[in-house]
């Protein structure tokens, strides 16, 4: 069956059109382009919608609940209170796309890309974001409670006032990412990098800080208050700006240490040569996103 067979499918019979874009991949297509298609109020619950490309779509209350859409393409597509809870975003692209009440609980975007992705006020709870690239997004007031990640890039990403009440996020990079107003309280947030962040009225209190690189973060009625700080990097921040009433700063970098320089470098190059080659890939300029001093990388050291 040709592409615009199978296309025309998922506006007239959607079970036929996972059926004929299984047989579409088995005869060596790669993915079926439904380019800038407008939904409406539809039921796509359960549906297998893998390896399709919406580039420049616009979904209006459409119910994607534990659908399937491993892989498929979401670049420059618009949402407007859609529900995407308990589905599966795994290698899936919503590059510079934009939503508007967009609620995603308990999914999975495990290597996604959401790279300038604009979803203020999302709901993000419960769901998995294992080696997920968010650099760059916008998500003001997001809610990611309960949610985890290991190695998930936060570069740059604009989250002030989210939510992040007993995340678990591993290794996670929040470089020069805006987390003023957030709450982390009770997440665990061990090995990852502050560098250069806003945490400005930012609430850690209770939280897994440990091996934590907070160097030159900014703070200001900052709390972290019972938070475990073993063996954090918090040089060249100002800790009269902080509450550290109870918490835990055993083996915590407060001077100089021969090796941290070499760790914080390595840090700083894996996080900003992802964003580099994302805006490449998307033909998009750092400069223009007025993301500040981002070192042009070579791209092999994005992984």
């Known amino acids: 069956m040709e592409e615009k067979e199978v296309a025309k499918l998922f506006f007239t019979d959607?079970?036929?059109?996972?059926?004929?874009?299984?047989?579409?991949?088995?005869s060596g297509g790669s993915r079926v382009r439904l380019h800038g298609i407008t939904v409406e109020n539809r039921e796509l619950e359960g549906q297998d919608l893998s390896n399709c490309d919406f580039t420049?779509?616009?979904?209006?209350?459409?119910?994607?609940?534990?659908?399937?859409?491993?892989?498929?393409?979401?670049?420059?597509?618009?949402?407007e209170w859609c529900d995407c809870d308990s589905a599966n975003f795994s290698l899936t692209s919503f590059s510079r796309a934009a939503a508007t009440g967009f609620t995603a609980k308990e999914a999975n975007f495990r290597e996604a890309n959401l790279f300038l992705f604009r979803a203020p006020g999302a709901k993000f709870d419960g769901s998995c974001f294992d080696g997920a690239d968010l650099s760059g997004a916008k998500?003001?007031?997001?809610?990611?409670?309960?949610?985890?990640?290991?190695?998930?890039?936060?570069?740059?990403?604009?989250?002030?006032?989210a939510e992040f009440l007993s995340a678990r996020f591993h290794k996670a990079y929040f470089r020069r990412t805006?987390?003023?107003?957030?709450?982390?309280g009770g997440a665990s947030l061990s090995h990852s990098v502050f560098d250069e962040a806003k945490l400005i009225d930012t609430d850690f209190c209770g939280c897994d800080l440990s091996f934590a690189d907070l160097r030159r973060a900014m703070l200001k009625n900052t709390?972290?208050?019972?938070?475990?700080?073993?063996?954090?990097?918090?040089?060249?921040?100002?800790?009269?700006?902080?509450?550290?009433?109870?918490?835990?700063?055993k083996g915590a970098f407060l001077t100089r240490v021969e090796g941290a320089e070499d760790r914080l470098e390595h840090e700083k190059i894996k996080s900003d040569a992802l964003m580099r080659a994302r805006a490449r890939e998307e033909g998009v300029e750092i400069e223009k996103l007025e993301f500040p001093e981002i070192v042009d990388f070579p791209r092999s050291t994005a992984k």
């Open 56 to 79: 420049g779509a616009c979904f209006v209350k459409t119910n994607f609940s534990g659908a399937n859409l491993t892989g498929t393409l979401f670049r420059n597509t618009h949402f």
């Open 178 to 184: 805006e987390l003023n107003a957030a709450k982390f």
């Open 223 to 249: 709390l972290f208050r019972n938070a475990n700080m073993a063996s954090a990097d918090i040089r060249e921040i100002d800790v009269n700006e902080g509450d550290f009433f109870g918490a835990n700063l």
């Open 139 to 161: 998500l003001s007031t997001a809610s990611f409670a309960g949610a985890r990640g290991e190695a998930t890039f936060f570069t740059a990403a604009v989250l002030d006032r």
């Open 14 to 26: 959607i079970k036929q059109f996972a059926h004929s874009k299984s047989a579409f991949f088995a």
